[in-house]
């Protein structure tokens, strides 16, 4: 059987993800902070509330800026604010 205390949970993709234009993978999510904050961010407080160990970050970019190159998502958000 699985053994439940070696199962974690991942949330996936950090951030933006669902917002690309015309809903085309690895594609650019154009919005405002405070509306990626609004819409995109708030399932991710939730995972980090509820225990997620991992979160992978998006193939997206937001705003023209690839997430896995964005330091104030990642670093400052992620890390900072969240507690990550």
Same mark, same amino acid.
Request: aromatic letters at 4%; glycine letters at 12%.
């Given at each position: 059987g699985l053994d439940r205390q070696n199962v @974690? =949970?991942?949330?996936k993709h950090f951030v933006g993800?669902?917002?690309t234009t015309e809903?085309?993978?690895?594609?650019?999510?154009v919005s405002s902070y405070k509306r990626l904050v609004s819409i995109?961010?708030?399932p991710y407080f939730d995972? @980090? =509330?509820?225990?997620?160990?991992?979160?992978?970050v998006s193939y997206s970019s937001w705003n023209g800026q690839k997430m896995h190159g964005?330091?104030?998502?990642?670093?400052h958000v992620l890390k900072k604010q969240l507690g990550f």
């Open positions: @974690i =949970a991942t949330a993800d669902g917002g809903g085309i993978d690895e594609n650019n999510t995109h961010m708030l995972a @980090i =509330a509820k225990g997620a160990a991992t979160i992978m964005n330091y104030k998502l990642i670093s």
